[in-house]
């Protein structure tokens, strides 16, 4: 991290301090500011840490076992890691508040992290992947193919999967866990079915292959056999599954959760969070180029907005139920493969998240945290969602097995205040002074505390009925929100969940799996979907939907991620590739960068080399990396500047010409001035796209998400970026509108993409 990002981050850290804050304080030691020197863990001072004690006649001789300091040090080395997680074992997490607006929940619980808008609730929110290990390899293919990446180890951010989203809330009366997913659905309805549904998806058990990703026999033999999964495999096969960044992510709770209010009434409620951003994903072209390109790019993406001071922000939301409610809909409100359709059961915004501050260190903090969906506070409990009911006792149990049984005594998982009679133990490290360890005790030292004061009080719930192993009769039915799922999808959507299933089943070599899933699951979601598959991957191409089950026909606009488009236009952290050669128009990149970085854009220049680069007059420019050292899959746009050396230059080199290419062929803005107008007319050479003139003026023309003009001198540029929206004039105006957009759809709808080689 550079020293200005330092500065930002302490800055931040200043203003946003709190008691979460304040305790990791506690234990943090700033190795930047010490000038203590080398000591071993029991303080004693270390005066060579290179050579082993050895004994030596000028030669090299045996080393000794005598030397404490090397043991010291190879023992700590060796027992550095920790088991990592099932699932969810490669993750990235940040620092930061929540907040509600107001008291309108008061009407359904008393807690008050939902009801005081006065208090500033710390958190940490940590992302991840589900499938893969902490050095999966999405290349590592089906297992026929015997092929496995060449950086087997590295583990990728950028695979298509489930995206983990857990929070951490630091409550006054308590840690609150929100253990969610980037998905509001999942594959199984009852815990029980957890260890099959995993072991189905994780890597094949007699090759360990494939690493990250789900595109094998095991995982669509189960989902075939398993119909009730066909919902969350609708979602995770759909942009939803390679999202652009952790900050572009929805959040779900998944479980449905209860809310109790002060006059003891009960609703079911479930908890979103929707991003500040908009929702949005990549490409899968770009998806798969990016895991060998840079394997951490969520990762960094988190890290460099935020220490931009581009804080990722999310709005939360609450669905509730109340209980007399509960049997009122045609779906169970407790099948955790189900949503609540917000047209019934519409989303109301109490509260907003805020992450504002990366981690100081990634394993005490990040991998250390635990959360356990058992983690409530009064006023918040627990339904009789059979999935929550397990995952309530196995995420417990997980923290144990990983950190031990004093897991929650490990800085992130402290809570604001604490106080009970639990001793010893493994990595027990908290000293508590006192002649009693238990309760009545003579003192009456740590009693309970009674639910008037604030003791968290199950709620009442009457129960009646047999024990046995059933579901419910709403738990039956599978495809119905499969079905909406797919039908809310924008054509462009509904094209790349065909494409992925599509190359999914295409790594399946047994016969009997995929011909499972397109004949026997597909045609209960979409006949049209089913066809579409079928005549990519094979089987029997079915004709009509199946005489069990007729197609509702319906569709909801919250399910497509358009919806979420922000109101206002913004390219807030977009990252920006600037390509330049020897001669580019360095007044107009400077005119172009000022004012995109003026609208929150992240700007980088890439030019021959990582260095001065010259201009067509005046001083060189700082080139901030080459051709070769980055993608554009790594950009959310292109901008090529004017100037005739420049413009030789690129049009020569193949690389650059590359550069636009793969960026047109990701649907990406791409804007041009001058001569750099030609460049790109010449890389994409499409008839369709419209382009202005090279020579001419400073009217813009916008074409398939193509920006150019033929000049942006000085008026122009004073009269630009007045608002983020298109028009005749204003390059920079027009250019940040179609970076707002994300990407520009049309463009692969109009089949355009597929005539330019990326």
């Given at each position: 991290m550079t020293s200005i990002a330092e500065s930002v981050k302490h800055k931040v850290i200043t203003a946003m301090s709190n008691k979460k804050v304040q305790d990791l304080d506690r234990v943090t030691t700033d190795t930047t500011t010490s000038s203590q020197g080398l000591t071993t863990d029991f303080g004693s001072k270390i005066s060579d840490t290179d050579n082993w004690l050895k004994v030596s006649d000028g030669g090299t001789g045996p080393s000794l076992l005598e030397d404490h300091i090397g043991r010291e040090k190879l023992h700590r080395f060796d027992h550095e890691r920790i088991p990592e997680r099932v699932v969810h074992a490669r993750g990235s997490a940040a620092h930061g508040y929540f907040k509600v607006f107001d008291d309108s929940a008061s009407k359904y619980t008393f807690a008050p992290v939902l009801t005081d808008p006065s208090r500033s609730t710390p958190v940490f929110t940590r992302f991840s992947t589900v499938q893969g290990s902490k050095g999966s390899a999405v290349y590592s293919l089906a297992p026929s193919t015997r092929l496995v990446c060449p950086d087997a180890g590295v583990s990728?951010?950028?695979?298509?999967?489930?995206?983990?989203?857990?929070?951490?809330?630091?409550?006054?009366?308590?840690?609150?866990?929100?253990?969610?997913?980037?998905?509001?659905?999942?594959?199984?309805?009852?815990?029980?079915?957890?260890?099959?549904?995993?072991?189905?998806?994780?890597?094949?058990?007699?090759?360990?292959?494939?690493?990250?990703?789900?595109?094998?026999?095991?995982?669509?033999?189960?989902?075939?056999?398993?119909?009730?999964?066909?919902?969350?495999?609708?979602?995770?096969?759909?942009?939803?599954?390679?999202?652009?960044?952790?900050?572009?992510?929805?959040?779900?709770?998944?479980?449905?959760?209860?809310?109790?209010?002060?006059?003891?009434?009960?609703?079911?409620?479930k908890f979103h969070f929707t991003p500040e951003l908009g929702v949005h994903s990549l490409m899968w072209d770009e998806a798969l180029k990016i895991c060998g390109q840079d394997p951490d790019f969520h990762r960094k993406d988190l890290n460099e907005a935020i220490e931009n001071g581009y804080h990722a922000k999310w709005t939360f939301s609450i669905q509730t139920i109340a209980e007399k409610d509960e049997q009122k809909?045609?779906?169970?409100?407790?099948?955790?493969?189900?949503?609540?359709?917000?047209?019934?059961?519409?989303?109301?915004?109490?509260?907003?998240?805020?992450?504002?501050?990366?981690?100081?260190?990634?394993?005490?903090?990040?991998?250390?945290?635990?959360?356990?969906?058992?983690?409530?506070?009064?006023?918040?409990?627990?339904?009789?969602?059979?999935?929550?009911?397990?995952?309530?006792?196995?995420?417990?149990?997980?923290?144990?097995?990983?950190?031990?049984?004093?897991?929650?005594?490990?800085?992130?998982?402290?809570?604001?205040?604490?106080?009970?009679?639990?001793?010893?133990?493994?990595?027990?490290?908290?000293?508590?002074?006192?002649?009693?360890?238990?309760?009545?005790?003579?003192?009456?030292?740590?009693?309970?505390?009674?639910?008037?004061?604030?003791?968290?009080?199950?709620?009442?719930?009457k129960i009646q009925g047999l024990k046995e192993r059933v579901r419910g009769a709403k738990f039956q039915e599978h495809y119905s929100q499969a079905e909406l799922f797919f039908n809310s999808l924008a054509p462009h959507e509904q094209a790349h969940l065909v494409s992925a299933i599509s190359f999914e089943l295409s790594h399946c070599?047994?016969?009997?799996?995929?011909?499972?899933?397109?004949?026997?699951?597909?045609?209960?979601?979409?006949?049209?979907?089913?066809?579409?598959?079928?005549?990519?991957?094979?089987?029997?191409?079915?004709?009509?939907?199946?005489?069990?089950?007729?197609?509702?026909?319906?569709?909801?606009?919250?399910?497509?991620?358009?919806?979420?488009?922000?109101?206002?236009?913004?390219?807030?952290?977009?990252?920006?590739?600037?390509?330049?050669?020897?001669?580019?128009?360095?007044?107009?990149?400077?005119?172009?960068?000022?004012?995109?970085?003026?609208?929150?854009?992240?700007?980088?220049?890439?030019?021959p080399r990582r260095g001065q680069v010259n201009t067509d007059s005046g001083p060189s420019i700082m080139v901030d990396h080459h051709y070769e050292s980055q993608r554009s899959t790594l950009f959310d746009a292109l901008f090529v500047s004017s100037g005739a050396e420049h413009a030789k230059a690129l049009v020569e080199n193949g690389r650059a010409v590359h550069w636009i290419r793969e960026a047109f062929g990701h649907c990406k803005a791409i804007g041009a001035i001058g001569d750099g107008v030609s460049v790109v007319q010449r890389a994409i050479s499409l008839s369709d796209v419209n382009f202005a003139d090279p020579s001419g003026g400073d009217d813009v023309v916008t074409s398939y998400g193509v920006v150019t003009t033929g000049q942006y001198g000085v008026a122009s540029a004073m009269s630009d970026v007045v608002a983020i929206a298109s028009g005749p004039k204003g390059f920079v105006s027009n250019f940040a509108y179609e970076i707002s957009k994300h990407r520009c759809w049309d463009r692969e709808m109009d089949g355009l993409i597929s005539h330019v080689a990326f």
């Amino acid at each position: 991290m550079t020293s200005i990002a330092e500065s930002v981050k302490h800055k931040v850290i200043t203003a946003m301090s709190n008691k979460k804050v304040q305790d990791l304080d506690r234990v943090t030691t700033d190795t930047t500011t010490s000038s203590q020197g080398l000591t071993t863990d029991f303080g004693s001072k270390i005066s060579d840490t290179d050579n082993w004690l050895k004994v030596s006649d000028g030669g090299t001789g045996p080393s000794l076992l005598e030397d404490h300091i090397g043991r010291e040090k190879l023992h700590r080395f060796d027992h550095e890691r920790i088991p990592e997680r099932v699932v969810h074992a490669r993750g990235s997490a940040a620092h930061g508040y929540f907040k509600v607006f107001d008291d309108s929940a008061s009407k359904y619980t008393f807690a008050p992290v939902l009801t005081d808008p006065s208090r500033s609730t710390p958190v940490f929110t940590r992302f991840s992947t589900v499938q893969g290990s902490k050095g999966s390899a999405v290349y590592s293919l089906a297992p026929s193919t015997r092929l496995v990446c060449p950086d087997a180890g590295v583990s990728q951010d950028t695979v298509r999967d489930v995206r983990g989203f857990a929070v951490k809330l630091y409550t006054d009366e308590g840690n609150w866990d929100i253990v969610g997913n980037d998905i509001p659905v999942f594959f199984i309805q009852d815990a029980i079915k957890f260890p099959d549904v995993i072991h189905a998806v994780k890597p094949e058990p007699h090759n360990e292959v494939p690493q990250g990703q789900s595109a094998h026999n095991n995982f669509w033999d189960f989902v075939g056999l398993q119909p009730e999964s066909a919902h969350m495999v609708m979602w995770v096969m759909s942009d939803r599954g390679i999202p652009r960044s952790f900050r572009m992510v929805q959040g779900f709770g998944v479980n449905t959760y209860t809310l109790v209010n002060g006059a003891g009434e009960r609703h079911f409620v479930k908890f979103h969070f929707t991003p500040e951003l908009g929702v949005h994903s990549l490409m899968w072209d770009e998806a798969l180029k990016i895991c060998g390109q840079d394997p951490d790019f969520h990762r960094k993406d988190l890290n460099e907005a935020i220490e931009n001071g581009y804080h990722a922000k999310w709005t939360f939301s609450i669905q509730t139920i109340a209980e007399k409610d509960e049997q009122k809909f045609d779906f169970d409100i407790l099948d955790a493969t189900k949503i609540w359709p917000e047209e019934l059961i519409p989303l109301q915004p109490i509260g907003e998240m805020v992450l504002n501050r990366t981690v100081d260190e990634f394993f005490p903090e990040t991998e250390q945290v635990a959360f356990c969906t058992s983690h409530v506070v009064p006023g918040i409990g627990f339904s009789d969602d059979p999935l929550l009911q397990g995952r309530n006792f196995s995420y417990f149990d997980t923290q144990i097995t990983r950190l031990g049984i004093n897991f929650q005594q490990a800085s992130p998982n402290t809570a604001n205040r604490f106080m009970n009679h639990h001793r010893d133990g493994q990595h027990q490290d908290r000293i508590i002074k006192g002649n009693v360890n238990y309760w009545p005790n003579r003192r009456e030292i740590g009693p309970p505390i009674e639910p008037k004061n604030g003791g968290y009080a199950e709620y009442a719930q009457k129960i009646q009925g047999l024990k046995e192993r059933v579901r419910g009769a709403k738990f039956q039915e599978h495809y119905s929100q499969a079905e909406l799922f797919f039908n809310s999808l924008a054509p462009h959507e509904q094209a790349h969940l065909v494409s992925a299933i599509s190359f999914e089943l295409s790594h399946c070599d047994d016969p009997i799996v995929y011909k499972t899933y397109v004949n026997n699951i597909l045609p209960n979601i979409s006949i049209d979907l089913a066809q579409a598959v079928s005549q990519n991957v094979g089987g029997a191409l079915p004709d009509h939907p199946p005489d069990t089950r007729r197609p509702h026909g319906k569709r909801s606009d919250r399910l497509s991620q358009l919806y979420y488009a922000p109101k206002t236009p913004t390219i807030a952290s977009r990252r920006i590739a600037i390509l330049v050669a020897d001669g580019f128009n360095g007044k107009e990149v400077k005119a172009v960068h000022a004012a995109l970085d003026g609208l929150g854009a992240v700007n980088f220049l890439i030019g021959p080399r990582r260095g001065q680069v010259n201009t067509d007059s005046g001083p060189s420019i700082m080139v901030d990396h080459h051709y070769e050292s980055q993608r554009s899959t790594l950009f959310d746009a292109l901008f090529v500047s004017s100037g005739a050396e420049h413009a030789k230059a690129l049009v020569e080199n193949g690389r650059a010409v590359h550069w636009i290419r793969e960026a047109f062929g990701h649907c990406k803005a791409i804007g041009a001035i001058g001569d750099g107008v030609s460049v790109v007319q010449r890389a994409i050479s499409l008839s369709d796209v419209n382009f202005a003139d090279p020579s001419g003026g400073d009217d813009v023309v916008t074409s398939y998400g193509v920006v150019t003009t033929g000049q942006y001198g000085v008026a122009s540029a004073m009269s630009d970026v007045v608002a983020i929206a298109s028009g005749p004039k204003g390059f920079v105006s027009n250019f940040a509108y179609e970076i707002s957009k994300h990407r520009c759809w049309d463009r692969e709808m109009d089949g355009l993409i597929s005539h330019v080689a990326f």
